[in-house]
């Protein structure tokens, strides 16, 4: 077996990442790796090897479980300072290294042995591939004379992953292992970001190598580009400028490119109106006047309709996602676009282009602030009042809300809302996937970044423990908390375990309605209240009891019924700092999310009640 080339597998056709390039000798495909220097080459295994390349990139820590594939690596971690964690599922090794890397800005670290270790890889490197976050996924193979014949667990993830990496490598040689791991670092951390799979068969790691330090990467292919092009930025900047209904779409890149101030002030600069993603909520504060909300599938009326009545949107680090465009053929009809974003693959891939923009959307709003500034001082500048107008109504008419439940049960969204008025901006808030997903979305503010974690592309249930656990180790000095259903909760749980045994407090918020609830709520609405399989036993039978599974898993737990309790049930939780905490919140089932668009149908079809449609006026929008 031959090594793939980085031309073979540095890209797969829908997602060709580009990033800047930081040298002269990067601009031409090799560059030197930013990492410690060792003074003199030494001879060790390719275990050790692979331990002193994490070191020597600056890892702290690694999430994982030892195999025999693996085993070797594990030797010389022993005796490392990087801190490895024991999961208890390579699933939450996974998603957990995402936890940090969505946490920190930094590349999240996981490992697993060969066959099902690595396969159980395969969820969370998928989720991090969707939603463009930086990790690096180290498995063992088994060894070189065996690939290909079966071997007890041996699986092909290089080949199994390959349309949902970035990159992966299959190492050959202990030479190697240096040049790999840097390349994997840069590759996963530039451009746009995304997840790389560096497989090692056993008989490599148990080989003797020499080992130094900083290797040469040799990437040819990979040129990163960060600076968008000048004349697409001053057309964009005279649309803007000429635009009556104008939006800023901001997706999670404007997060990944550390662009928020940049947005904030860009933003204020033209008076235009700004809606951010699921992936991008904190990249411009909830409370800015100019901010309409969340568009898409369960956002607000204001965002839904401002992007829909737009004639221009200006996309910063956003893909026009199905969830956001609703029927794409009816959105946004009579809309030019401008979309900016790093990766060129993105751009027209869902909707036309009139004006596209590739670079990193922190130069991208940097460069339009410049040119802006320019349309202004010669005397261009759009008048935006008509718009701001017809906008405010609708923030006013069609606020976010709900009703209390009429049979007396407690409201989800009630302990959500208060949840993040306890809490506070300075949180980092953690969800798993569905209605407790879109009600922490609505009713908690989120004023900064990176305080607001979810697995938005691949939709991931299980994903908020071990995420929460890696958030929580990236951050110690931030209160964690996750927003959980009890339907994904009882995926990953079992990292609690982890949790309790290496000191990690998390907060867990358990928002149990007995059911999968956004399932339900389908059903409600499409399948006339036939509830197939969506009961879980949690209320009639309160199997498992989440307060006796929290403390058989070593945290504290706690439970709450009524709306009386639910603050000092918070508050009681935000005072334990020694230990995980889980509360078990009991609502009641029949709560929906709303607005909603169905799957399918356009977002002039947003519904702002089950049945009801918003009611507008001939001269609105």
Known sequence: MTRPTPETLAHSARRARTAEPATEAAAAGRAAAPAVRQPEPVQLSGAASLVRSLEALGVDVVFGIPGGAILPAYDPLYDSAVRHILVRHEQGAGHAATGYAQATGRVGVCMATSGPGATNLVTPIADAYMDSVPIVAITGQVARPAIGTDAFQEADIQGITLPITKHNFLVQTAEEIPRVLAEAFHVASTGRPGPVLVDIPKDVLQAQTTFAWPPTLDLPGYRPTLHPHGKQIREAARLMAAARRPVFYV????????????????????????????????????????????????????????????????????????????????????????????????????????????????????????????????????????????????????????????????????????????????????????????????????????????????????????????????????????????????????????????????????????????????????????????????????????????????????????????????????????????????????????PMVAAGTSNDEIMFARGVRPAFDEDDI
């Not at 609703?326 to 282009?353: M, Q, T, Y």
């Not at 990193?360 to 107008?389: F, K």
């Not at 990236?474 to 339907?487: L, M, Q, R």
């Open 251 to 594: 997706g999670g890149g404007v997060l990944k490119a550390g662009a928020t101030e940049g947005l904030r002030k860009l933003a204020e600069l033209t008076g235009i109106p700004v809606v951010t993603t699921l992936m991008a909520l904190g990249a411009f504060p909830d409370s800015h006047p100019q901010h309409l909300g969340m568009p898409g599938m369960h956002g607000t009326v204001a965002a839904v309709y401002g992007l829909q009545k737009a004639d221009l949107i200006v996309a910063l680090g956003a893909r026009f996602d199905d969830r956001v465009t609703g029927k794409l053929d009816s959105f946004a009809p009579d809309a030019a676009v401008v979309h900016a974003d790093i990766d060129p693959a993105e751009i027209g891939k869902n909707r036309h282009a009139d004006v596209p923009i590739v670079g990193d959307a922190r130069h991208v709003i940097d460069e339009l602030t410049a040119a802006v500034t320019a349309e202004r001082a010669a005397g261009r500048q759009a008048d935006l009042a008509d718009w701001w107008n017809q906008l405010d109504d609708l923030r006013n008419r069609y606020p976010l809300g709900y009703e209390e439940p009429a049979d007396g049960t407690l409201s989800p969204q009630y302990v959500i809302e208060r949840l993040g008025k306890i809490a506070g901006p300075d949180a980092i808030y953690v969800a798993g996937v569905g209605q407790h997903q879109m009600w922490a979305s609505q009713f908690i503010s989120y004023e900064k970044p990176h305080t607001w974690l979810n697995s938005g592309g691949l939709g991931t249930m299980g994903y908020a423990v071990p995420a929460a656990m890696g958030a929580k180790v990236g951050k110690p000095d931030t209160v964690v908390w996750a927003v959980d259903g009890d339907g994904c909760f009882q995926m990953t749980n079992q990292e609690l375990a982890t949790c309790a045994l290496e000191g990690i407090p998390v907060k867990i918020a358990v928002i149990n309605n007995g059911n999968l609830g956004m399932v339900r709520q389908w059903q409600t609405l499409f399948y006339n209240e036939r509830y197939s399989n969506t009961e879980l036993g949690t209320h009639k039978h309160r199997i498992p009891d989440f307060v006796k599974l929290a403390e058989a898993l070593g945290c504290v737990g706690l439970r709450c019924e009524n709306a009386a309790d639910v603050d000092a049930t918070i508050e009681a939780a935000m005072a334990i700092n020694d230990a995980p905490v889980v509360i078990d919140f009991v609502v009641g089932k029949d709560a929906m999310v709303w």
